[in-house]
């Protein structure tokens, strides 16, 4: 029998991509005291929140070596193509190799070709998703000695932010990732982030799926790029496109004065914000937006004596099209 030579695997399977962010009482002058405190939260999300289902419990999580003797070495991005790359421990008598691919949990597989060599580069792959690539060895006469499969995993195009919060006084800023559905991998994340204030780059990797804290200043916006990153024995293979996110702390307010029906509040300056937004909770009603303001201070007038009104200041910065805004933190204000 020739021996064919297996020299480039192609492969455009017809399938779905299972693709699967404390004020204490002051006195003023006047013989009207205002009080301004903050509001006890279990923490608040930023305005930017992704959908997206929860992770299984019992998800699984590849790749993973479904036998002996045969692993993925690789995953990249070349040339606008997913790629895996995979090989394999020799079989005694064996001539040469036919390979065979199909989706996770399939039972569809479609040969390749044949090669003598005992590794692969499979390419035109859907990102973010999980094959299995079976090798089947044969010997001289032509007959199957030995069948291996392994589960691969390509890379993602880019991730989503489920939800995003501000998740310390200090310094931590929690991002909870949409996780994608189970057979498919992310052993962790790259992180790029950037304030505002000095456009120094931080580069930090995080070996978890679902969540992960940056070390966030106040004051500042920054900007997250988010790479997804799949862990090959020692290699990281990562995601070639970042996932681009906008944060900043919450902004903290401090009383600046008050009269009998008004009163006073500041804040500090929020480097890379393009404005503040004020949100007023009058008694008996909602929060509304009473005023969007390039500057620090805001009045609150028409108050009344031994009522307790709410208050939340929130920075804006566009940016990619989007308009961002910071986390926020909700205060009591009274005048007695």
């Known amino acids: 029998m020739k021996m064919k030579r297996f020299h480039k695997l192609l492969v455009s399977i017809g399938l779905s991509a299972a693709l699967t962010f404390g004020m204490t009482s002051a ?21 930017r929140v992704t959908s ?5 419990a019992s998800a699984a999580y590849y790749p993973s070596y479904s ?11 070349q040339n606008n193509s997913y790629k895996i790359k995979v090989q394999w421990d020799a079989v005694s008598r064996a001539e040469k190799y036919a390979v065979s691919i199909s989706h996770y949990g399939k039972n569809s597989f479609k040969l390749m070709g044949y090669t003598p060599r005992r590794f692969v580069t499979i390419k035109n792959l859907l990102p973010g998703t999980v094959y299995t690539l ?16 392994v589960d691969c995993t390509t890379l993602y195009k880019t991730v989503s932010v489920r939800s995003s919060w501000s998740s310390n006084a200090a310094t931590g800023y929690t991002f909870n990732m949409t996780v994608p559905q ?28 679902y969540s992960f804290t940056l070390p966030l200043a106040r004051n500042s916006f920054y900007k997250v790029s988010i790479y997804p990153y799949i862990q090959l024995n020692n290699k990281r293979c990562v995601s070639p496109t970042p996932t681009n996110y906008i944060v900043s702390k919450e902004i903290i307010l401090a009383k600046a004065g008050n009269t009998r029906n008004t009163m006073t509040v500041r804040w500090n300056k929020v480097s890379g914000a393009d404005s503040y937004s004020i949100y007023i909770k009058a008694p008996g009603s909602s929060f509304k937006k009473v005023k969007t303001t390039g500057k620090t201070t805001y009045t609150l007038t028409n108050m009344s004596l031994n009522k307790q009104y709410q208050i939340r200041v929130v920075a804006n910065k566009k940016l990619y099209g989007k308009q961002w805004r910071s986390a926020f933190k909700t205060y009591n204000m009274s005048l007695s």
């Open 182 to 209: 189970a057979a498919n991998s992310i052993s962790g994340y790259k992180v790029v982030y950037e304030s505002s204030a000095n456009h120094k780059k931080v580069t930090k990797l995080f070996n978890t799926r």
């Open 67 to 77: 036998n002996s003797g045969i692993r993925q070495t690789d995953a990249l991005y």
């Open 134 to 149: 079976k090798v089947t060895a044969i010997n001289s006469s032509g007959k199957a000695i030995s069948t291996r499969t």
């Open 52 to 56: 997206g289902d929860a992770p299984a």
């Open 27 to 47: 006195a003023f002058a006047d013989t009207t005291t205002a009080t301004l405190q903050p509001v006890e939260t279990s923490g608040n999300t930023d305005s």
